[in-house]
């Protein structure tokens, strides 16, 4: 289909909407396929009701019990999980290989290290922490630790097409933190780590293999397959001064189906006319997970971090009312969020509905 216009529409997306007005963005393809604005008397979250399973969604995780690697939302792409881990013991020296895709912990709280094959990688709350399907590791905590995980099931982690920003931009490849193999062998050394077994997880089963020496065994590797890590402090936002950006601009990972992406601490817009907070939109194609990490949740009321939502394809969302109101006073914003954007539909586990908060469809009234 070609451009076409009715009515008054503005001239550009995101900026110049009719005082009293309000814009919702209707696309495919997660933002990069056929798009339109309509400009609307009042926006399209000011439902009284919904009667059906298709609503948007708000869990507490801070509340979760007994969550190692508890299931949130997955579907044949991709599962999205919540992993608390306690200060390591020398009871729980194991190591964990993942036959069902590539990992990505991204640690909302805690410190540590994370033994692997190809060497030891340090984390800290920020961190995401990339391990290749299949490649044994143990996470090590100094301090009590909280991960949102991501698997990936169909494919591997990608880095974003930078295009036009250039090889440099979104994140240096330099960024990129790579194993330390000789320091993690005179740490298994110096301190006598002993790493006996390993727990494979293949179609959802573990099944544990048992070694008479430590699993960490590697004197040396070459190649362009490794784990990494990479600190939401080494990303680079992307915005424009101008008109507001579609959450793809901050995509981080990619994969088949489903895209990771960071929203970091960035100046808000300084033309005078453009919207200043996330647009009312249908991202037609995709659902949506937003995981709040830290910081001032500048979209939402009543907010605190370690909650997630989940917004299914097939209804309209956008900023909420006191945010709109709000936002003329603020020149940045100070949030730290993941979002998992998804191709096909996520599905919810059941052993979260208890801590839904089950009138966050509410949250939209005026
Ligand atoms: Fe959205």
Request: hydrophobic content about 35%; overall charge neutral; charged content about 25%.
């Amino acid at each position: 289909m070609h451009h076409y216009t009715q009515g008054k529409p503005t001239r550009q997306a995101h900026k110049a909407i009719p005082e009293g007005f309000y814009e919702e963005e209707q696309g495919l393809k997660g933002f990069f396929g056929a798009v339109s604005h309509l400009i609307r008397k009042r926006p399209s979250t000011r439902w009284v009701d919904i009667d059906g399973h298709l609503k948007p969604r708000m869990y507490d995780l801070v509340t979760l019990k007994d969550c190692q690697f508890k299931k949130l939302l997955y579907n044949t792409d991709v599962g999205i999980y919540f992993h608390k881990l306690p200060v390591c013991s020398k009871q729980n020296k194991t190591s964990f290989r993942n036959a069902d895709g590539d990992l990505i912990y991204f640690c909302h709280q805690g410190k540590g290290q994370v033994f692997t094959e190809y060497g030891v990688l340090d984390y800290k709350k920020g961190h995401y922490i990339v391990i290749p399907k299949c490649i044994s590791h143990s996470i090590v905590c100094a301090e009590q630790s909280e991960f949102l995980v991501i698997e990936n099931k169909t494919s591997h982690f990608e880095e974003p097409d930078r295009g036009v920003l250039g090889k440099n931009g979104l994140y240096d490849t330099n960024a990129l933190t790579k194993p330390d193999l000789e320091r993690q062998n005179g740490l298994i050394n110096n301190v006598a780590q002993e790493f006996l077994s390993i727990q494979v997880k293949h179609n959802d089963q573990v099944t544990k293999f048992t070694y008479d020496e430590c699993v960490y065994d590697v004197v040396g590797w070459k190649g362009d397959l490794y784990p990494f890590t990479l600190h939401v402090d080494h990303i680079m936002p992307i915005m424009s001064h101008r008109a507001h950006l579609p959450p793809s601009a901050h995509s981080t990972f990619v994969a088949r189906n489903f895209v990771v992406c960071t929203f970091l601490p960035r100046p808000l817009e300084s033309d005078s006319d453009a919207l200043k907070v996330p647009f009312y939109h249908q991202n037609i194609d995709y659902d949506e997970v937003l995981f709040y990490h830290d910081g001032d949740f500048f979209s939402r009321d009543n907010l605190h971090s370690g909650m997630l939502s989940f917004h299914p394809a097939g209804f309209p969302h956008g900023p909420h009312p006191k945010a709109v109101k709000g936002v003329s006073k603020k020149t940045h914003t100070n949030e730290y969020a993941v979002m998992i954007d998804t191709r096909n539909p996520l599905t919810v586990s059941e052993s979260i509905s208890g801590v839904e908060l089950k009138n966050y469809w509410e949250s939209w009234k005026v």
